[in-house]
């Protein structure tokens, strides 16, 4: 059937009548060549459409194939032997295939029942290959380290049961640090599927090192000049070097105060560096947490004083509440939890400390009434570099403190988290476990 492309012919009438209106000037051979860009550009900006015969139907388009039915094509590729064959599905599967053997990762679909792999890419072929597996007999497990094989497939049953569809993993695969993803891919009741999806990521892994490494290198260069001035600032605020005017003094001291807070940035960066290396050292000792809240209250008073905030504490411990723990890395935890209880209180208002017995542990609190944790910082609170808008006005804060403040108290086999509500202060909490507890674990 011949297809003819329609003009518009208003609209040629129209490119006509102006051409009409045109100068009188104009020889007929120029009139010519406007009404045919006329007619060029009414084409351009008209879509033709086809002419067909009445009654006639139009060409049926083949049917695209079912998102969901990915899977199978790449599981098997040939079509059920009682469903006829579709124009579509060889073709399907060849660029299906082809897209996922392009990849960079390894690919593997599996079964959930039995784990037999029925599908892998070039990657995840090389690696079977590598390990010296037959690709036709291959269970997913056998191509991970043995130490992960059991947490995967535990994993994998849970996923099944559960109504989430995917998990992922950091492991070491080959010497190499690898993130896997799991997803379960549910078609219908009888066809379950699991892909999983092994990327390497060294270099993701070489590159936060090196960036680590990097800060790490230049917060400590910093530290040996800024220990310098601040003793040679100390020096001369103590009116050893001569007498000081109101105004040297007071410039003294806000250089005096800027400097301690460099100092304070410098070692919290290093700190979360060795802790995120797993190079943090804690010198456990038996510690009495009564004495220690007495004297973290004692030490933060100057501090209390510049915000007209009072510090007052509550400890009822039998025997002293005694711990195995480094006396040094809980006291910087009960400091970052006094400061910032300071910082967020009103002028004349009380913080407050609590050692309690909890059976199996003790527990520290610092107790103020301030604004409360806002709802949005609640679930990434202890995250580095996190802070509340409160301490961005009232004064400078490096947001690193309960992030190493967390990381202390876990590596004490403990726990730490707060309670608010908006409006009505905060309680923030950390628990130790006691010395016979810790015993009892070991044992």
Not at 4 to 23: C, F, H, K, Q
Not at 68 to 87: G, I, R, S, V
Not at 118 to 144: E, T, Y
Not at 312 to 318: F, G, H, K, P, S
Request: hydrophobic share 45%.
């Amino acid at each position: 059937m011949a297809i003819v492309e329609a003009i518009n012919v208003e609209a040629t009438e129209g490119a006509v009548r102006a051409a009409a209106s045109l100068p009188m000037g104009l020889t007929p051979f120029n009139s010519l060549l406007l009404l045919i860009v006329a007619l060029l550009a009414v084409r351009a900006f008209v879509q033709p459409r086809p002419f067909v015969a009445e009654g006639a139907k139009q060409p049926a388009q083949p049917p695209l194939p079912r998102l969901n039915d990915t899977m199978t094509l790449l599981a098997d590729p040939q079509p059920p032997a009682e469903a006829p064959a579709k124009p579509t599905t060889s073709g399907t599967t060849r660029l299906l295939q082809g897209a996922f053997t392009a990849l960079l990762d390894e690919v593997f679909v599996f079964s959930p029942n039995d784990f037999s792999v029925s599908f892998m890419n070039a990657k995840a072929q090389k690696r079977v290959a590598d390990l010296g597996l037959s690709k036709d007999k291959v269970r997913f497990p056998d191509i991970l380290p043995a130490t992960n094989r059991q947490i995967i497939v535990e994993a994998a049953r849970n996923l099944m049961r559960s109504s989430l569809d995917s998990i992922v993993f950091e492991l070491n695969a080959a010497d190499a640090p690898c993130e896997l993803t799991m997803k379960l891919i549910r078609e219908d009741k009888d066809k379950v599927y699991f892909m999983a999806i092994l990327r390497d990521i060294s270099g993701r892994v070489n590159e936060a090192r090196a960036q680590s490494d990097y800060v790490a290198t230049l917060s400590h260069e910093m530290r040996t000049p800024l220990t310098s001035i601040k003793g040679a600032v100390e020096l001369i605020a103590s009116g050893k070097m001569g007498e000081l005017s109101g105004g040297a003094a007071a410039t003294l001291g806000v250089a005096q105060r800027n400097v301690d807070r460099l100092l304070r940035l410098t070692n919290d960066i290093l700190d979360l560096q060795k802790m995120d290396a797993g190079q943090m050292r804690c010198d456990f000792e038996p510690v009495s947490l009564s004495s220690l809240v007495r004297d973290g209250a004692q030490d933060i008073q100057g501090y209390a004083r510049q915000f007209d905030v009072s510090v007052r504490v509550t400890a009822e411990l039998a025997d002293g509440g005694m711990v195995l723990a480094d006396r040094t890395r809980l006291m910087q935890v009960l400091a970052n939890l006094l400061s910032n209880a300071i910082k967020h209180s009103a002028p004349r208002d009380e913080v407050v400390i609590l050692a309690r017995d909890m059976d199996r542990h003790i527990r520290v609190e610092v107790v103020d009434h301030g604004p409360g944790i806002p709802e949005k910082l609640r679930n990434s609170l202890f995250e580095p570099y996190q802070q509340g808008p409160q301490v961005q006005r009232k004064v400078a804060s490096t947001g690193l403190g309960l992030s190493i403040a967390k990381r202390i108290v876990e590596a004490h086999s403990g726990s730490i988290g707060f309670d608010s509500e908006a409006g009505d202060g905060a309680v923030f909490y950390f628990d130790i476990p006691k010395m016979g507890s810790l015993d009892e674990v070991a044992a």
